[in-house]
């Protein structure tokens, strides 16, 4: 028999394909009956909370990395940083529709998970920035949404067959990071040497940049 955690991600898998299907087509996507999902959850409704307790669930689980020391190094929180990002991906490919139904997002239960997820991001991202391997001028509110941003536009490329999943670690990563780490310092121009025989304050002062 399939487990309650089972049926719920399969449920997600149908509903990130097409939000709008009905209890049938989600049945029918999960390889049971209108019958059986109907015993569990009388009504659509109830199904889509039932999805969005579990989409808190899953979510949280993949924030571990979030709770690093705020003595952490930046060595640290990069690896944060990325393990978070691995931890992500599958759990934005099931749930990530659900912080765009109105369903769901019409439940408190959902809304206070969300925002409790939020603020460790921002405390986490903010340490970031404390430690120089994220930008200071971007809200840390932005930087948390830009992740999500790009994990739902993954998923999305999975769906559509356009993306490997295989590809989309790196490409999340990478684009995650090319417009939320601090610019490189500009490189410094090499001084040259005077030649031995050139003039004493020659051989003292560095040429003009």
């Not at 991202?125 to 994990?151: E, F, K, N, T, V």
Request: glycine letters at 8%.
């Amino acid at each position: 028999m399939m487990s309650e955690e089972e049926l719920l991600d399969g449920a997600a898998r149908v509903l990130a394909g097409d939000h709008s299907a009905s209890m049938v087509q989600i049945a029918s996507g999960i390889g049971t009956s209108r019958a059986t999902l109907s015993r569990r959850y009388a009504t659509r409704e109830a199904l889509l909370k039932a999805v969005a307790v579990r989409a808190i669930e899953v979510v949280d689980g993949c924030l571990a990395p979030l709770d690093l020391d705020r003595t952490a190094d930046a060595a640290a929180f990069d690896a944060a940083v990325e393990e978070l990002v691995v931890a992500l991906i599958p759990a934005a490919h099931l749930y990530g529709f659900t912080s765009r139904d109105a369903t769901v997002l019409a439940d408190p239960e959902f809304r206070a998970g969300v925002d409790r997820q939020d603020q460790r991001a921002l405390a986490f991202l903010a340490l970031g920035q404390r430690l120089g391997r994220l930008r200071q001028d971007l809200p840390p509110y932005w930087i948390w949404y830009s992740l999500w941003g790009l994990l739902d536009a993954a998923a999305e490329g999975v769906r559509d067959g356009h993306l490997a999943p295989r590809q989309i670690g790196h490409l999340v990563l990478t684009s995650f990071l090319g417009g939320t780490r601090p610019p490189a310092p500009p490189a410094q121009p090499p001084l040259t040497r005077p030649p031995a025989d050139a003039p004493a304050d020659a051989r003292r002062t560095p040429p003009e940049p």
